[in-house]
Every structure is written in C-alpha cells, then in structure tokens.
C-alpha cells in the first residue's frame, strides 16, 4: 500500500507496474477502509490509466458502496443540525462528510460510517436528550475519564446500524490541558445555521493529528488524513505555531512524534511544508501493525508499544495516569478481554482474571514475535 500512496502523492515516484501487487492491495482489509480516497485520489491525479482496470473497477465499486453509507448519513446528518439549531445547542461536526467535502473537495471522497459531534460541556445533557429523541440509545458505557459517548440507531431498512458519537473532548482527563474553549472560540459558523460551527484550519489540523495518535495510526486512513490537509492547505499552515500551541495544551509529544511518524513513511512532505523536527524514528509506530488484530490488547508486541507510548506524554502526571489505565483498564477494554460475560464477576475477580488472560496471551505471542523480529533482520 505505501508504494501506491507514495506514487498518487509524489508524482517522483513510480506506480507499481506488478499486476499482483494490485490484487494484494484488494485483499489486504486496509484497502477497504481507504477504498473511496484511493478511488478519488487515483482520479483526480490523472492516474486511471495507469493502474491496471480491475483494480480501478474494484475500487470504484467499493467507492459507489461507501456512497450508499454516505447518502444515507447526510439525510440523518443535516435533521440534526437543524434540531441542534432549533434547541440552540452549540454544535460542532467532526470528520466524516464535512471534512471530505472541504479537504478531499468531494462528501465521497472519504468513506465514513457514523456521525461525530463537539458539544461544550455545559449543554451535553440537552444534546444527548436530543439524540435519544431522534431515537439514537446509548450503547457503550465509558468510564467517568472518557471523553465521548456513543449512541446508536437501528436502520432496518438497510440493514445498518448509525452510530452518533457526542464529543465534548478530545483526550481523557488528566492527560492534557486542553482548552476546548480556544476550539470554539476561533469556529466559524458554518452554512446558514448560527449554532452549527465548523472548527479553524489550524484547529482541524491539530486534532486531526490526536485523531489519527488516538487511535495509534493503525489504518493509512488516519495518514491519508493528514497528508491530505497538508497538500489542501500546504503554506496556510505553520508548524512553528502549532508546537507553541501543542506546548501550550500539554500535547507537544503526541503531536510531534504523530507528525514525525508521518513524514518518516512520506518523505515527500518536506517539498510541500518542511517539518522543523527530524524524521529518523516512528517510536512505537511499525507497518506491520497495520495487518495485525487490533482485537487482541496483549501481546509482547503490544506490551513493548505500550511502553514506548510512555513517551508521548509530556509530564509524569500524564505518564502515570496512561500506566493506570494500562494496569486498571476501563470496562470496554476490560470486556474485549475476558469477555462481556465476565463483567458480572466482582472488581477484583475481574481484575485477576485479566491479568491471567494477559499473560497467558503474552507467552504464547512471544515465538511469533521473536520470528517476525527475524524475518525484519534479514
């Protein structure tokens, strides 16, 4: 996958000419989460012709699959803000078709699957009555340190379950010192709503970086992300003052070994807007990570990252905080390990058996990890 991106981003470099290398690409389950920027970049770049036609069939087909899903959340999406609008309930939509359609240049560009919204804290009550009156249930229950809560509507006609997730921060408590009110303050309205804003350049650009550490880059979707406001936004953006804004917000790591990471896989990055740090290590970050099952929180390969993500944080309260959260996981995590039916067991029962389940899982990782490590050296 990279070899394609690197060629749609760098006109430098070659498209594989291998017809195999394609039909890979379509196995691989990363092509179909990026399927509809692949489609779009390799047409907009003038590329058609140059990728063999299963390949751009394949990826068109899965496009058109992605634009049924993105048709049918617009029609949820603007009810919404308009019912926001009318209960004036500040609200800010995240990702998804918004950000496709300013960044891409197209709301199908950009494959999405639910609905994300920033409310300010002092209205997140309203906002979730308002979300369960359009008949959207709460369906995971986080911790107190979370940062959003997920709701969810059953779309029987389509077989397709949307998912709203209701935001009022971007990072789990005691982790940061983010300020969201410099978020709202520097939104701008968005379409002919007062109450519906849409965040600053900078600001997307800036949480679209914790996004894609958020979720520990594990898709090239949270690359392609970033690049892509790169190249839309290209010198509207300085990283001079997004480091004084990340020092700011206690987010400096994050952001930077994030950015660092980014432009040690596309070098290229360095013509549009040079990254004033050096891009000679991707931490805990490995490609390989890509293909792995990310179901599966304990393994020695998992056990090395999480120490090395120690790193991220940038004081020691934050670090401790991480630690714990690793050694006492919330109930989500605690469930995808022991299983949904052990959560009715007491605390400490619970706690035991996933310490069981953790390091019966490390041990028996440890050949297979000690053989991909083999495989790299040679």
């Not at 440890?366 to 050296?377: E, M, Q, T, V, W």
Request: aromatic share 12%; net charge positive; glycine share 2%.
């Amino acid at each position: 996958m990279l070899k394609l991106l690197h060629a749609i981003y760098d006109r430098k470099s070659p498209l594989p000419q291998n017809e195999g290398y394609y039909h890979e690409i379509l196995k691989s389950a990363q092509s179909g989460l990026i399927s509809s920027q692949l489609y779009y970049l390799v047409t907009i770049q003038n590329l058609t012709s140059q990728v063999p036609s299963f390949f751009l069939q394949a990826l068109k087909e899965r496009a058109m699959q992605n634009l049924f899903i993105s048709t049918l959340i617009q029609k949820e999406l603007d009810p919404i803000l308009d019912q926001f609008e009318r209960q004036n309930i500040e609200v800010m939509p995240l990702k998804g078709l918004l950000f496709a359609e300013k960044y891409f240049g197209s709301r199908v560009a950009r494959g999405t699957s639910d609905i994300d919204l920033l409310v300010k804290p002092v209205q997140l009550d309203q906002a979730i009555q308002l979300v369960n009156s359009l008949g959207f249930t709460s369906v995971v229950q986080y911790e107190p340190e979370h940062f959003h809560k997920v709701f969810a509507k059953k779309m029987p006609q389509f077989h397709f379950h949307l998912n709203v997730e209701i935001h009022w921060q971007f990072l789990r408590e005691k982790t940061s010192s983010l300020d969201m009110d410099l978020i709202w303050r520097d939104s701008t309205q968005l379409r002919q709503w007062r109450y519906v804003r849409e965040p600053s350049d900078f600001h997307a650009f800036y949480l679209t970086c914790l996004h894609g550490w958020n979720h520990e880059l594990i898709s090239w979707k949270y690359f392609i992300d970033i690049i892509q406001m790169i190249h839309a936004l290209n010198d509207q953006l300085s990283y001079k003052d997004l480091f004084s804004f990340a020092r700011e917000q206690k987010t400096y790591r994050r952001i930077a070994h994030t950015l660092i990471i980014v432009y040690h896989e596309f070098p290229h990055l360095n013509e549009r807007l040079p990254l004033t740090l050096k891009a000679d290590s991707t931490f805990w970050w490995n490609a390989s990570d890509l293909s792995s099952d990310h179901r599966l929180k304990a393994t020695m390969r998992v056990l090395i990252k999480r120490v090395r993500q120690i790193g991220d944080y940038d004081n020691w309260r934050q670090k401790w905080v991480f630690l714990k959260r690793v050694a006492l996981p919330d109930p989500v995590i605690m469930a995808r390990i022991i299983g949904s039916d052990k959560m009715r067991l007491p605390r400490l029962a619970q706690y035991i058996l996933f310490l069981f389940k953790c390091f019966t899982e490390i041990m028996r990782s440890i050949p297979a990890f000690f053989s991909s490590l083999r495989k790299r050296n040679t």
